[in-house]
């Protein structure tokens, strides 16, 4: 089983709201990653948490806040947003470096993001 | 120079026929090697991965890798109309404790009947 799941699947949310997006893995990934797609580009990494740190701040705004409860979940804050922050925010998982030559890394669906 | 390359097209090849799709790479210390499909709108999708120099191949999917010329290519054979996508190339160094991906922009490729 490679799933990654993703909710919601679509958000549109105001300049001056808070929202979270959520990501589930059950595949024992330990890296869980963040990353923001806009239409043509390719996605841009944002954050990594490895076994369950933040490893990688890709120098993101405050205003998005990661956090990783536990291995299987990552989520991410949203608040303040500006209306360029909407894009496809899409969550991967893999083994994690320490575990795999390869360490493959899969992508959820994503959730579509529009900021009004 | 851009660290991942690859020529964002469109690539049109006829249906039946071999889609070849090229990437080259910067950093000589690169791990591994990904290919990943997206149709529009969606997310993508891990097709291929590599990491010896070679050949891999797995049903119509060949990716052939060769470090000494940095540079990872992606053959499609039998091509379909639903290989229509943007292929993404995508390098795993040693930066961010092997856990960064860098990719290339995408070459869009139209199978078309």
């Known amino acids: 089983d490679t799933e990654v799941t993703q909710t919601p699947k679509h958000l549109v949310m105001g300049m001056t709201n808070k929202k979270s997006l959520k990501c589930e893995q059950h595949?024992?990934?330990?890296?869980m990653y963040w990353y923001k797609q806009k239409a043509k580009k390719p996605p841009e990494l944002m954050f990594v948490?490895?076994?369950?740190?933040?490893?990688i701040n890709e120098s993101v705004p405050s205003r998005f806040s990661p956090e990783c409860p536990n291995s299987s979940l990552l989520n991410l804050h949203l608040h303040a947003l500006q209306p360029e922050d909407s894009a496809l925010y899409l969550c991967?998982?893999?083994?994690?470096?320490?575990?795999?030559?390869?360490?493959?890394?899969?992508f959820g669906p994503g959730t579509r993001l529009t900021v009004l | 120079q851009k660290e991942v390359e690859q020529n964002s097209g469109p690539l049109s090849v006829p249906e039946g026929a071999i889609a070849s799709l090229n990437c080259t790479y910067s950093?000589?210390?690169?791990?591994?090697f990904f290919w990943y499909r997206q149709y529009s709108g969606k997310s993508p999708e891990l097709i291929m991965s590599?990491?010896?120099?070679g050949d891999k191949e797995d049903g119509r999917f060949t990716a052939q890798l060769n470090k000494a010329s940095q540079y990872v290519s992606l053959l499609i054979r039998d091509s379909q109309p639903s290989d229509s996508a943007t292929y993404l190339c995508?390098?795993?160094?040693?930066?961010?404790?092997?856990?960064?991906?860098?990719f290339g922009t995408g070459t869009q490729l139209k199978v078309e009947l």
């Open positions: 991967a998982s893999s083994q994690g470096s320490g575990g795999a030559q390869v360490n493959e890394q899969f």
């Open positions: 595949m024992g990934h330990r890296a």
């Open positions: 948490y490895s076994y369950e740190k933040l490893s």
């Open positions: 950093d000589r210390g690169s791990q591994s």
């Open positions: 590599i990491y010896s120099n």
């Open positions: 995508a390098v795993r160094g040693l930066t961010g404790g092997g856990n960064k991906l860098t």
